[in-house]
């Protein structure tokens, strides 16, 4: 266990700080290492000093024994040399020199004898020797002759000279040895130097290392000291930790058990015997895991009553036993299991959000089955906003949601429904039949949405947009763009509830790219043109205006603005694109009135963006300035939905506009949202009632109806009509009939190039 938790991952910061470069085990090893190092380093030094002793008490020996005592024997020889020479000085009595002589000869043999002995093989002992010798010999010669004769006298004269000769070589001899004895006197001292410097050096050494030593362990045993204290907390831990550890044998048999499991135990209403009931269910498995896998431990997660538990599983190979190291982790997972679920859930709705969508989609696309992609939007959301109040329109949203997921789950019960923006909804549908479920649903959501008064009194409208996978994408990105594709092809096509892509749809979508960089080039380039189509007062059959409309030629063909318009309007090009319209037509506006049309009203259409921008009316005010055109010669068609959403800075600018006397007229009235009732609020001059009703008008019952109401209403609030789209004469007398002041049309003129108009209104001038 303690092992363990030594080794364990637990203790595993601390136990590599501050005990893997230096476990007990290694630190007593060292500290033996290092005594036994010590030990004989001692050892041998010992014996250095032991022989460094002896060499120097044997040259001492040497030095007191023998050479001294040779260079005294020496000395005292040449003090004998120098009686026995001074004997022969005594010329006179002869028994004197005889007498000293013969003592002096006595001292020398001794002394030569004694140096011999310390000296045997010295060649120049001998010499000394052979001179002793012949000394004897020749002053035995001068002792026993009796000086009488001259001849005699002159032969001792001779003798004695021959004797100081011997005895000066004899001093010389004796000098030579005393040289020879200093030098030996000499070496030997060097040789106790050097031994005695051997000695001091041995003794240094001894005493560095014995501090090195005393060094290493008195660290040695601090460390040690320290990692008892170490063991001995890691060996409490499992008793005072607050999480069970328990231990088992081989054979899953407790083997021990803290005091936090007992306290478990008791908490959830165990037995303390019943240990083996907190272990993991499948705590086999796990162990076999760990076994198979090579592996030392592994982590689960379970539930223990209403708590959730983490169970760490521990194998020690080296106590062949398994460690459990349980914590509870319920208020950890249920703070994760929120977080989770807020990440990947709709916060109102709760179902899964965009995040969710895009995790599951991608999943799907890489297992390469088929399936189909959908993507739902409420239509005219805005408007929904507006109509109801915050809450409302979240509780309509909700609602909604509640009832997308019923329908979706009834189609099919593995479809996957997602809330992935505020009016965004995607659905994953596990089918290769993707026509024939895509229709099934929409039917069963429409039909339920149709049914259904959301927050009680409101309706939503959707538009449905799908994609199969593979063949309408092969990966995430390219099947959500067709499936958004197909989603807005849907949203703005009046005749289909929903729309599934096709190869024509993205020919569609790619020509509108080609259009878009062409529209860029075509402004740059002043390719725009414009045209315009004459409107007729039918009480006066006069000309009282004429709207502006653009004409653009790419690659030969005239491109419809109904075509451009919207997607300038979706690229922003439109803020400069109809400026240049406004000014343009203005300019042209300016010279018509100055070739005498006064009254002649140029209506330029102006789009929902372009309204809105917070520089418009900067923008008119600049148009009249430079063109010198009076404001009342100006008229701005506007969509209804610029009134419907218009906040203060809208209806600010309209107020504004009306004070410059601009004329402001509704474009296209009837196809938006159908409610007069918000018209009187704005300073409104007309109302263009669209062609989608004045067409049929003359056939329909229910469109002349409708046309007859706009036009009854639009009479009430002053405001001035015109239909457009007249072809037909029985369409003029219709109108006239219900009292629609002006008419625009094919009927009366198409619209026309600008040379073509200056013709047009020539002509109509010279006839009325
Ligand atoms: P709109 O404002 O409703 O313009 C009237 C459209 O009806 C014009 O189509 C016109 O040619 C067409 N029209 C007029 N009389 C008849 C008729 O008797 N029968 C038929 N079938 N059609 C008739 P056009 O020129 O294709 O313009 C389409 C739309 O493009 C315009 O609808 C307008 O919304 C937009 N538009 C045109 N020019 C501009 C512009 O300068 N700025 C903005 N923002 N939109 C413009
Ligand atoms: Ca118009
Ligand atoms: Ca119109």
């Known amino acids: ?196 410097d051997n000695l001091r050096t041995s003794i240094l ?38 999480n069970p550890i328990i231990s088992l044998n081989t054979k899953n048999q407790v083997t021990y058990s803290n005091p936090a499991t007992r306290r478990l135990l008791t908490k959830l209403n165990r037995s303390t015997e019943d240990t083996h009931t907190i272990f993991p269910a499948d705590i086999v498995s796990l162990q076999h895991s760990i076994t198979t896998k090579d592996k030392r431990f592994t982590t689960t997660k379970y539930d223990l009553n209403d708590c959730t538990f983490e169970c760490e599983l521990h194998w020690l190979p080296d106590q062949k036993q398994w460690d459990l190291h349980l914590s509870d982790i319920t208020a950890k997972q249920r703070a994760e299991d929120k977080l989770q679920f807020q990440a990947y859930h709709h916060p109102e709705t709760g179902l899964q959000n965009q995040y969710k969508f895009a995790e599951v989609m991608q999943d799907w696309v890489s297992q390469t089955q088929p399936f189909t992609h959908g993507q739902i939007e409420i239509r005219s959301f805005s408007r929904l906003l507006a109509d109801a109040n915050d809450n409302k329109s979240h509780q309509v949203v909700t609602e909604l949601a509640a009832l997308l997921d019923k329908a979706s789950h009834d189609t099919a019960s593995d479809m996957r429904l997602f809330h992935i923006g505020d009016k965004n909804f995607a659905i994953l549908i596990p089918d290769s039949d993707c026509q024939d479920t895509v229709k099934r649903l929409v039917e069963l959501i429409n039909t339920a949405v149709t049914k259904t008064q959301f927050s009680s009194q409101h309706t939503v409208e959707l538009d449905f947009g799908f994609a199969c996978y593979p063949m309408h994408g092969k990966d995430q990105e390219s099947l959500v763009r067709n499936t958004r594709i197909a989603l807005d092809a849907s949203a703005s ?141 100006l008229e701005l068609e506007i969509t209804e939905g610029v009134l419907f959403n218009s906040d203060t800075a809208t209806t600010n600018a309209l107020h504004q506009l009306k004070q410059l006397g601009v004329k402001l007229a509704i474009d296209d009235f009837g196809t938006g949202y159908s409610s007069l009732s918000y018209l009187k609020d704005f300073p409104i001059d007309k109302l263009k009632i669209d062609q989608s009703f004045v067409r049929n008008m003359h056939n329909d019952k229910a469109d002349q109806s409708i046309v007859r109401s706009v036009i009854d209403l639009g009479n009430n609030l002053d405001l001035t009509l015109i239909a457009e789209g007249v072809e037909q004469q029985e369409q003029v007398d219709m109108l006239d009939k219900m009292g629609c002041a002006e008419i625009q049309g094919f009927w009366f003129s198409k619209p026309l190039s600008e040379h073509n108009l200056r013709d047009f209104l020539e002509q109509k001038r010279s006839v009325t």
């Not at 090195?212 to 005072?240: D, G, N, Q, T």
């Not at 300016?590 to 070739?595: A, E, H, R, S, V």
Request: charged fraction near 20%; proline fraction near 3%.
């Open 205 to 242: 050494v001894y005493g560095a290392f014995s501090l090195i030593v005393a060094f290493l362990i008195l660290r040695s045993f601090k460390l040690h000291v320290a990692s008892s204290r170490l063991s001995e907390r890691l060996a409490l831990f499992p008793h005072r930790s607050p």
């Open 1 to 196: 266990m303690i092992v363990y938790l030594i080794r364990g991952t637990k203790c595993k910061g601390y136990w590599n700080k501050h005990m893997m470069e230096k476990p007990p085990g290694n630190l007593l090893t060292k500290t033996n290492t290092i005594l036994l190092l010590f030990l004989a380093v001692g050892l041998i030094i010992s014996v250095l000093v032991y022989r460094f002793v002896t060499q120097i008490e044997q040259a001492n020996t040497d030095l007191i024994k023998s050479h001294l005592n040779v260079y005294s024997e020496l000395e005292l020889y040449r003090s004998v040399l120098a009686n026995q020479e001074h004997s022969f000085r005594f010329d006179n009595n002869i028994t004197l020199s005889e007498q000293t002589f013969r003592q002096a000869n006595q001292t020398a043999t001794k002394l030569l004898d004694r140096l011999k002995g310390y000296y045997s093989q010295q060649p120049k002992l001998k010499t000394l020797d052979d001179n002793q010798a012949q000394l004897r010999e020749l002053a035995e010669l001068i002792f026993i002759s009796e000086p009488q004769s001259e001849n005699k006298l002159t032969k001792i004269a001779t003798v004695k000279n021959h004797i100081f000769q011997l005895i000066a070589q004899s001093k010389l001899v004796v000098s030579d040895l005393s040289r020879v004895i200093d030098k030996r006197i000499k070496t030997s001292n060097q040789g106790v130097k050097r031994q005695l």
């Open 493 to 633: 096509s009046a005749h289909s509830d929903y729309m599934i892509f096709d190869d024509q749809l993205g020919a569609v979508i790619s020509r509108h790219n080609a259009l878009h960089t062409a529209m860029l080039a075509a402004f740059n380039n002043h390719d725009f043109q414009l045209h315009y189509q004459p409107q007729l007062a039918l009480n006066t059959n006069k000309i009282t205006g004429v709207e502006v409309l653009l004409r653009w030629l790419w690659e030969e063909q005239w491109i419809s603005p109904t075509e451009f318009i919207p997607l300038a309007e979706r690229s922003g090009l439109i803020l400069k694109l109809g400026n240049w319209v406004l000014n343009t037509a203005c300019l042209k506006a300016k010279q018509l009135i100055d070739m005498g049309y006064a009254d002649l009203v140029i209506a330029v259409n102006i789009s929902p963006k372009q309204f809105t921008a917070p520089t418009f009316v900067e923008q008119v005010k600049q148009a009249l300035r430079a063109s010198e055109l009076p404001a009342k010669n």
